[in-house]
């Protein structure tokens, strides 16, 4: 069982150019969230998914675009890299059946952006 | 100002001692609310929910003050182990399932 896997774990872009990050979890959970973790910021929830199909903003949403067109799937798209976005971004999910609610989350993606 | 605020420490304190960490946050609809350790460079992992009454798991003890806002962590008889950055969440605001994490609180357990 891998749990929430991310991929990739490190890239490197520079200014001006588009990546995603792909975050996939066979676990079934029904919610999915982007966050991002900076020095001194701790996590900052990007955009978060409740169902295939639907996403929401988050605290820090601008400069990211988030799809969720399968329930297992949570894509993190960056049109135009900005080193402001160099960060690493973590993905988690979490099943409505737990009742806490409880995250769990993937190993991470550190991006640089030059 | 962040909907979830933690002193940042770094809280050293020497093996055996207890520590207390404390939250505040600012939404006072959030129904959610857990302690998370993270080590460094890796991904945060559950420490424990956090539930009105307080509760305990081993060493650890999480209360929930809503009146106030803020939640607590006790760790007792400190371990080096223990090194750590401990966030606090607070989250579940009106159904949206929205979790927002602190700043995250450092503890290096000194030999």
């Known amino acids: 069982n891998a749990g929430v896997t991310q991929t990739p774990k490190f890239r490197v872009l520079k200014t001006g150019q588009s990546m995603t990050l792909l975050c996939a979890q066979d676990m079934n959970h029904e919610y999915m969230y982007w966050y991002r973790q900076d020095p001194g910021m701790g996590l900052r929830l990007i955009h978060y998914?409740?169902?295939?199909?639907?996403?929401a903003k988050g605290e820090v949403p601008d400069g990211y675009n988030v799809s969720r067109l399968k329930k297992q799937n949570f894509l993190l798209g960056l049109e135009s890299a900005a080193p402001s976005q160099t960060s690493v971004y973590f993905c988690?999910?979490?099943?409505?059946?737990?009742?806490?609610?409880?995250?769990?989350f993937g190993a991470g993606s550190r991006l640089t952006v030059l | 100002r962040k909907e979830v605020e933690q002193d940042p420490g770094p809280f050293n304190v020497p093996e055996g001692a207890t520590v207390a960490f404390n939250c505040t946050y600012s939404n006072s609809a959030s129904q959610s609310f857990f302690w998370y350790r993270q080590d460094c460079r890796k991904e945060p992992k559950l420490l424990m929910s956090?539930?009105?009454s307080g509760n305990e798991d081993g060493r650890f003890t999480a209360q929930l003050n809503r009146a106030s806002q803020y939640i607590s962590l006790l760790i007792r008889d400190s371990k080096l182990s223990d090194s750590a950055t401990y966030l606090c969440v607070a989250g579940g605001a009106s159904g949206t399932y929205k979790y927002i994490f602190g700043t995250g609180t450092r503890l290096k357990v000194l030999a």
């Open positions: 988690a999910s979490s099943s409505r059946e737990s009742g806490a609610n409880v995250l769990t």
């Open positions: 956090v539930y009105s």
């Open positions: 998914s409740v169902g295939e199909g639907t996403t």
